[in-house]
């Protein structure tokens, strides 16, 4: 094997400095990484191999055809949101025909992972829990097809068994996008109306909409790499809080780390995991979206990609997904199992709209502490300021919080809320 190929979507800094440390990996066996992606600008100190540019409306064929060009032996999806997983599971059945493998969980599995209603379906049949609901379909609302004149007061009584307040999302979507909160019946009937009227409380009617029940309780999710007969369950990662008003997914503090109740009710949803994969035949990496609740973890959704969170539990275990990933491509075994915490993993914003830390405040945060990646977030196209991953071992709290302190009193860096919830966090 001589070329991988690399399938990505969004901007490849955010899979910093772990897709660097696999790339380097293959060098050093002879192979050549290249990047096809449709997202952001990158240099050698991003991806240091062969790198090409697509545009965003690629589509399957156009990037499979691309990818043969250059002449890959083999290539890996690491895209993400989900309609771009789908993008990259159509090419893989692409590629695999043409004789160029590809890590990228089939494409039948695919379209029902991305799918939220086939998702709790499938989630329900395999004894995992999953917050009661609804799916509202475009087509009956808006009245193509078939006339269903008591489809919305079909939907009521739906509504009214579950209670208020109800959480709307589209059935395709991801990144906490689109999510609206039904607080009353007046709502959901705004929601039901036909036309522009039902946008000023949700999104508009023409979009298919998964309707639950609000759980409340510790976002968190975790990566499942690997294929049937051997996965490995990343550690979990904690996100912030789910309620009835939808979040920013970055807006909270995200962090892996000690949460020893948690870990051990986990660990039977863990092997669930594990079964509903092999089941689907995921082959590559799935990212697990719950709630942990009443000691419980209630499922939201499996998506059939990386995850966003995907850098913390590589930071916090050792492991790397993307060098994992690279080891499926070359037909090499994985590890499998759990993979053990090694220590804590931290991740935060620098600052909402921030035009980025200045490189001396960098170079001090690297000094006092130990510093994963320090980047830019850009989510379709809109800067978030820069985003930070921070790791320590336990037994280190109390000199991380003191570093970062001391740092704060200096430059104003990391920001007060953002330093409180660090120092609330590791003195717990």
Not at 226 to 236: F, K
């Given at each position: 094997?001589?070329?991988?190929?690399?399938?990505?979507?969004?901007?490849?800094?955010?899979?910093?400095?772990?897709?660097?440390?696999?790339?380097?990996?293959?060098?050093?066996?002879g192979i050549e990484a290249g990047l096809f992606h449709t997202s952001g600008t990158t240099g050698d100190e991003d991806f240091p191999g062969h790198r090409q540019r697509l545009d965003r409306g690629v589509t399957p064929r156009e990037l499979a055809d691309a990818v043969a060009a250059w002449?890959?032996?083999?290539?890996?999806?690491?895209?993400?949101?989900?309609?771009?997983?789908?993008?990259?599971?159509?090419?893989?059945?692409?590629?695999?025909?043409?004789?160029?493998?590809?890590?990228?969980?089939?494409?039948?599995?695919?379209?029902?992972?991305?799918?939220?209603?086939?998702?709790?379906?499938?989630?329900?049949?395999?004894?995992?829990?999953?917050?009661?609901?609804?799916?509202?379909?475009?087509?009956?609302?808006?009245?193509?097809?078939?006339?269903?004149?008591?489809?919305?007061?079909?939907?009521?009584?739906?509504?009214?068994?579950?209670?208020?307040?109800?959480?709307?999302?589209?059935?395709?979507?991801?990144?906490?996008?689109?999510?609206?909160?039904?607080?009353?019946?007046?709502?959901?009937?705004?929601?039901?109306?036909?036309?522009?009227?039902?946008?000023?409380?949700?999104?508009?009617?023409?979009?298919?909409?998964?309707?639950?029940?609000?759980?409340?309780?510790?976002?968190?999710?975790?990566?499942?790499?690997?294929?049937?007969?051997?996965?490995?369950?990343?550690?979990?990662?904690?996100?912030?809080?789910?309620?009835?008003?939808?979040?920013?997914?970055?807006?909270?503090?995200?962090?892996?780390?000690?949460?020893?109740?948690?870990?051990?009710?986990?660990?039977?949803?863990?092997?669930?995991?594990?079964?509903?994969?092999?089941?689907?035949?995921?082959?590559?990496?799935?990212?697990?979206?719950?709630?942990?609740?009443?000691?419980?973890?209630?499922?939201?959704?499996?998506?059939?990609?990386?995850?966003?969170?995907?850098?913390?539990?590589?930071?916090?275990?050792?492991?790397?997904?993307?060098?994992?990933?690279?080891?499926?491509?070359?037909?090499?075994?994985?590890?499998?199992?759990?993979?053990?915490?090694?220590?804590?993993?931290?991740?935060?914003?620098?600052?909402?709209?921030?035009?980025?830390?200045?490189?001396?405040?960098?170079?001090?945060?690297?000094?006092?502490?130990?510093?994963?990646?320090?980047?830019?977030?850009?989510?379709?196209?809109?800067?978030?300021?820069?985003?930070?991953?921070?790791?320590?071992?336990?037994?280190?709290?109390?000199?991380?919080?003191?570093?970062?302190?001391?740092?704060?009193?200096?430059?104003?860096?990391?920001?007060?809320?953002?330093?409180?919830?660090?120092?609330?966090?590791?003195?717990?």
């Open positions: 094997m001589q070329k991988i190929a690399f399938l990505r979507s969004v901007r490849i800094q955010r899979a910093d400095p772990y897709i660097q440390q696999a790339v380097r990996g293959l060098a050093a066996d002449g890959a032996d083999a290539a890996v999806s690491i895209s993400l949101p989900c309609e771009n997983a789908l993008r990259d599971a159509a090419a893989k059945a692409l590629l695999d025909a043409a004789g160029i493998p590809t890590v990228m969980t089939p494409l039948a599995a695919t379209m029902l992972l991305v799918d939220k209603w086939e998702t709790k379906q499938l989630c329900k049949q395999a004894g995992l829990l999953v917050p009661d609901g609804f799916r509202v379909d475009s087509d009956l609302l808006a009245g193509r097809g078939l006339p269903v004149p008591g489809y919305r007061d079909a939907v009521r009584v739906q509504a009214d068994r579950i209670g208020y307040p109800l959480m709307s999302k589209p059935v395709w979507d991801s990144t906490s996008m689109g999510i609206r909160t039904l607080r009353s019946p007046a709502d959901l009937d705004a929601f039901l109306a036909p036309g522009p009227e039902s946008a000023s409380v949700s999104v508009p009617a023409v979009v298919s909409t998964v309707v639950e029940q609000v759980v409340e309780g510790d976002l968190c999710s975790v990566d499942i790499v690997g294929l049937p007969g051997s996965y490995q369950v990343l550690p979990l990662c904690w996100t912030g809080r789910a309620g009835a008003e939808p979040v920013f997914t970055f807006a909270d503090l995200r962090w892996c780390g000690p949460r020893p109740e948690a870990d051990a009710a986990f660990a039977e949803v863990a092997r669930t995991l594990v079964d509903f994969c092999a089941t689907m035949g995921v082959h590559g990496s799935v990212n697990v979206d719950m709630i942990y609740t009443g000691g419980r973890f209630v499922i939201l959704e499996i998506n059939p990609r990386i995850g966003g969170a995907t850098t913390l539990s590589c930071a916090a275990s050792g492991t790397n997904t993307f060098t994992s990933l690279a080891r499926m491509a070359r037909g090499l075994p994985l590890i499998g199992g759990t993979a053990q915490r090694t220590g804590w993993a931290i991740e935060f914003l620098a600052g909402e709209g921030r035009e980025g830390l200045p490189p001396a405040v960098v170079t001090e945060l690297r000094r006092r502490v130990r510093v994963v990646t320090a980047h830019e977030l850009v989510i379709d196209g809109a800067s978030h300021g820069d985003i930070v991953v921070i790791t320590l071992a336990e037994g280190e709290e109390d000199r991380t919080v003191k570093a970062l302190t001391e740092l704060h009193e200096a430059t104003g860096f990391p920001a007060a809320d953002v330093l409180g919830k660090i120092s609330s966090l590791l003195n717990r």
